[in-house]
């Protein structure tokens, strides 16, 4: 049997694995993470000529956070795969069951580690996360609105909300070939056409309306029939690019202390609040996201049996669908408080804890 001082040996030696699987693993799916924000709106600043290089810089470290609250729990589960596989296929395993150390005794320090690092999710999740975020945003707006009207540029699509707005060309306070849609809750309230349009500019230069000479096409009335429309100026205005429309992040951009006050605001207004549960609990839940996935990652390791990391990074990517599922149907469903979407999101937790679990305690009684 082997002495506490070999057990302290081995406890850090697979510390120092983890830790370091860890490390590249995270910083691998940060990276990927942040390249689709990269390209879809930080890029897209850099080009149109509205941010300098610094500002980039400055979007993509905001980002960093929004993007590493999904990254620890998927580096964890990836480590615990990669890291068991491997002591499975080098037979080291077997050695430590030999000197009378069980698997849930060698594997401790790994759930400990899990444990810490679903701290440090929750202060992601809850705080970090969504104060980035709503920074990245505002740091984002303001290098549009410092360019005045240059916002607006030939070819591209502006959202104003649920308004979006493209024009083909764009010089100065007019506009060719414009696109005006609106949609709201996936439905098209409004889709118009005009061959030309101006923009109004406010004393600071920023745009409050816009005026579509020619306008055609079609809006939906509330009995969801469509009605044509034919007029020779149609208006509208564009309060959103003001600053003072960006006070109040959206649900998901506030933080868990931000969306209590929000729950107990609606509740005293009599107004929905299971959007704002979801959002709460999702928080909450996916900060256990760690747990769940070492407790699975370390016997589906073993099993696995094998050196190559293929093997181990198909079955994170096959155990990230299923969790990911769950909260995608309770987001989905946050509009049907009958549904108690905010409780579906828990179900991934409950169901990779038990399961783990019962797979860890079953791994103790030797290889298949």
């Keep these: ?22 490390l590249v693993t ?37 980002l960093i956070p929004f993007a590493m609250a999904y990254a620890l729990p998927i580096g964890m589960l990836t480590a615990s795969l990669l890291v068991f596989g491997r002591l499975s296929a080098d037979g080291e395993i077997t050695a430590i069951r030999s000197g009378g150390i069980s698997l849930v005794a060698a594997a401790s320090p790994i759930v400990g580690l899990s444990l810490l690092l679903s701290v440090l999710c929750g202060w992601f999740n809850c ?13 984002q707006q303001d290098a549009i609105r410092s360019r005045g009207f240059g916002g607006f540029a030939s070819g591209r699509y502006l959202d104003f909300g ?69 007029a020779s100026e149609w208006s509208t205005n564009f309060t959103a690019m003001r600053p ?8 998901s951009e506030m933080t868990f202390v931000q969306l209590r006050s929000e729950l107990g605001r609606r509740r005293t207004a009599g107004e929905p609040v299971t959007p704002i549960l979801v959002q709460i609990h999702r928080q909450v839940s996916f900060s256990f996201a760690c747990i769940g996935f070492t407790l699975v990652g370390i016997p589906l390791g073993l099993r696995a049996h094998r050196r190559e990391t293929n093997i181990g990074i198909a079955l994170a990517l096959g155990l990230l669908v299923v969790y990911y599922a769950f909260i995608i149907v309770g987001q989905s469903l946050e509009t049907r408080e009958a549904a108690h979407p905010h409780l579906i999101l828990w ?10 679990g019962w797979l860890l305690l079953r791994s103790d009684r030797g290889p298949r």
Excluded at 1 to 22: D, W
Excluded at 47 to 61: Q, Y
Excluded at 164 to 184: F, G, I, K
């Design 26 to 62: 995270v910083a691998v799916f940060t990276f990927i993470l942040l390249l689709g924000n990269i390209l879809k709106d930080v890029l897209d600043l850099l080009a149109s000529g509205r941010a300098s290089v610094p500002v980039v810089l400055r979007s993509i470290l905001l």
């Design 162 to 230: 649920s308004m979006t707005l493209y024009a083909r060309t764009a010089s100065d306070t007019n506009m060719e070939d414009v696109l005006v849609y609106q949609v709201s809750n996936g439905q098209r309230l409004l889709d118009l056409w005009a061959p030309r349009a101006s923009v109004s500019l406010d004393t600071n230069g920023w745009p409050v309306q816009i005026v579509l000479h020619e306008a055609q096409g079609l809006a939906m009335l509330s009995t969801n029939s469509q009605v044509p429309i034919f």
């Design 127 to 139: 705080h970090v996360a969504p104060t980035s975020r709503v920074a990245f945003k505002q740091l």
């Design 1 to 22: 049997m082997l002495r506490p001082a070999s057990l302290r040996t081995l406890h850090l030696h697979l510390l120092r694995q983890t830790v370091a699987t860890l």
């Design 347 to 356: 179900i991934p937790n409950f169901l990779f804890q038990l399961v783990g």
């Design 244 to 251: 003072n429309a960006l006070v109040t992040p959206k649900p």
